[in-house]
């Protein structure tokens, strides 16, 4: 097993190809949940775990079943079907086996469907041909990556709430032009390691 | 059974046209599938067709066993009590929606059932009878206007273009009347009422329909002057005025605008209104509704919301014993001990403090003689039982 590659690819899909603050993917979750730290770290919780169990289950369905049918082309269709569907089979199952932790982050799972990156992950792990594991760890960097974005979004738009904004720019406005100072902050990254 | 057939057709009609729609144009493009040679489309479509049927056969299995499998019961009751509740998502009660109240009432011991003021008491007792609570009875609360100054009685301090929403003319300076605290009539509160209470008159001033109100409280929290207050129903004499100037510029400002003269404070026989801060106030537990300060305000502030005083008459079963002449503020009563009295209709006002105080419920005809029979009927019950 090659450590070496499985952490490249954390620090590559955490850091330096951020699906927030690179590829701008995940917008719509990512400022709805981070106006409070609380609906932040739950979500990330949340996602995170979802993201690493459905990238592993799409590999499974795309290598065994996808890959010697020749029915590549619906991949969009096949990986969309399996989060949504694992999604519910999870939210079922939670509400039964603990509801403390249903109650807390339950009304994130639904919410995960409609988060791009949990499309774009099998996909890219498709298009780069990586293994099982090497998917798993390639989910696991993208759910740190997203939940590290949410934490920082999230402590800078609660302190926010106290400094003094423009009316017209209250709220979601600030947000875009904070995400892309973010962004650009990000990009020192780049070139940190090259895959 | 039942849900097991349901969840698998909906998945096989689903994958069936999903099939169809992806495979018809981009057959055997994408993935790492590379076209070496000639597409067996026959083929193809059979694959894709076996594996979303599976793919969709195999999820509506698992679901609809994990549905069976890991259902939670949820108390019967909640759903009961959410069907009989408005629906209209107020947050009256004072929780998240309709839902939530439903939740709590019949979840915890100590929430009361009568916390829905839209249901009035009808859900209230519903309510009541599905939990095995106890409902109190509760005063409905209704939306009451405290200022009179429409735009042909107010003077403005600019003419103002802009959003038509008095939040937004509230942010210009105050508003654009001259008096701060009047309403400014650019239909906030009418847009805001979610039961459609509140229509706007010619006059720029909210009139909120009494049938319709339920006291939810929207219109009050929107109002930016919080000239719209919502107070018990059977506050129906108010200063229908809020302003806190000086007497002096409340006249400049607003012809029917509170001066703070004091007239009110001499008239009334039961000392309700309070003079503070240039602005006299009906206190609301000492007003009887009389009625007897409407007409002797010089500015006309004070609004009666009894839409119609009748006037009171004296029945056949009156015994003669001279309490109604001693209430009566405007010795509209007269007669002799143990004789029939009589109520001299040109000096009646309507008030109804005589059937209010009578021992016997001898007076009819003024506003509250329904509710002072029924009273005095349901003391009578609780006494015989």
Known sequence: MEFTKLFELIIAASLINNFVFAKYLGLCIFFGVTKKMDTAIGMSLTFTSVMVISAGLNWIIYEFIMKPLGLGFL???????????????????????????YYRLGIYLALITTNCIILAVPLENVSSGYNFIESLFFGLGSGIGFSLAMIIMASIREKLELADVPKSFQGLPISFVITGLIALAFLGFSGLITL | MCNKFTVKKISAITTIL??????????????????????????????????????GIVFGVALAFAAQ?????VDPNVERVRDILPGANCGACGFAGCMGYAEAVVAKPDVSPNLCSPGKASVADAIAHITGKIAAAVEPNFARLMCQGGWSKSQKKYKYEGIQDCRAVILAGGGDKSCRYGCLGYRTCERVCPFGAITMTAEHLPFVDITKCTGCRKCEAACPTKVIEVLPASSQVLVSCHSKDKGVNTKK???????????????????????????????????????????????????????????????????????????????????????????????C????????????????????????FAAAAAKKAEKAA
Do not use: W
């Open chain 1, 75 to 101: 991949e969009i269709v096949i990986f969309i079907g399996v989060v949504a569907g694992f999604v519910q089979a999870a939210d079922t199952i939670m509400k039964k086996v603990s509801p403390g932790l």
């Open chain 2, 18 to 55: 999903l099939v169809f729609s992806t495979t018809v144009v981009y057959a055997g493009v994408g993935g790492e599938i590379d076209v070496s040679g000639p597409i067996d489309l026959k083929q193809l479509l059979i694959f894709t067709l076996i594996f979303l049927g599976g793919l």
């Open chain 2, 69 to 73: 499998k890991f259902a939670v019961k």
């Open chain 2, 253 to 347: 400002n607003c012809q029917v605008g509170c001066i703070a003269c004091g007239t009110c404070v001499r008239v009334c026989p039961f000392d309700a209104p309070l003079v503070e801060n240039n602005l006299s106030k009906i206190t609301l537990d000492k007003c009887k509704v009389c009625g007897l300060c409407v007409p002797k305000c010089p500015t006309k502030a004070i609004f009666d919301f009894i839409p119609h005083r009748s006037k009171a008459v004296v029945l056949d079963h009156c015994i003669g014993c001279l309490i109604c002449m001693k209430v009566c503020p405007v010795n509209a009563a007269y007669g002799e001990h143990k004789k029939l009295h009589v109520i001299d209709h040109t000096k």
């Open chain 2, 349 to 372: 006002i309507g008030c109804g403090i005589c059937t209010a105080k009578c021992p016997v419920q001898a007076i009819d005809g003024t506003f509250n003689a329904t509710e002072v």
